[in-house]
């Protein structure tokens, strides 16, 4: 279901682990776009030069245990999502529903990653769209114990799979 979901991960989350999740912000710059991926600059559909926000984050149970990894990248504008995405004090699904901000998203891939150096989680990524394109690029880890490792998961919406790792 959550691999699957073109809604807000933080809600289905908090609804499997009945759980209000909270982020730790754990890196947040504007770096230009020259700087990032060139896959994540193709998703963006920026140029090279445009600054764009990365953010490194985790959302976490109440007692700190971090049940997702999450990567963000977005053009940098001064609008609502900007504000939602650089807000280290709230999970960027909850934002979104507050301002009432579309909740939108294209997912990219789904397959397997590094949770750590000896274990693999279950990933997604995905592009939240903006009144005006892509508003942002979402890449989610997944804690193999709160989405388990099974079957088969890998490839692109489209049942592409795109090798090169963004974050």
Known sequence: MILAAD???????????DVELSVRVL?????????VAPRTRRLLQVAPGTDVL????????????????NYVAAPYRRDGLTRVLADPTQPI??????????????????GLSAWSPTS?????????????????????????????????????ADGSRDEQRDP
Not at 54 to 69: E, K
């Open 7 to 17: 809604g807000s991960t933080t809600l289905l989350l908090e609804a499997l682990l």
């Open 27 to 35: 890196g947040q710059r504007i770096v230009t776009a020259d700087s």
């Open 54 to 69: 990365v953010r490194r984050s985790l959302l976490c149970r109440p007692g700190g245990q971090y049940v997702s990894q």
């Open 93 to 110: 699904g909850r934002g979104l529903s507050s301002l009432g901000l579309s909740q939108a998203r294209r997912i990219v891939e789904v």
């Open 120 to 156: 693999t989680c279950v990933s997604k990524s995905y592009l939240i769209m903006n009144q005006g394109g892509v508003g942002a690029y979402v890449v989610e880890r997944f804690h193999p114990g709160v989405v388990p490792v099974c079957g088969e998961v890998a490839g692109g």
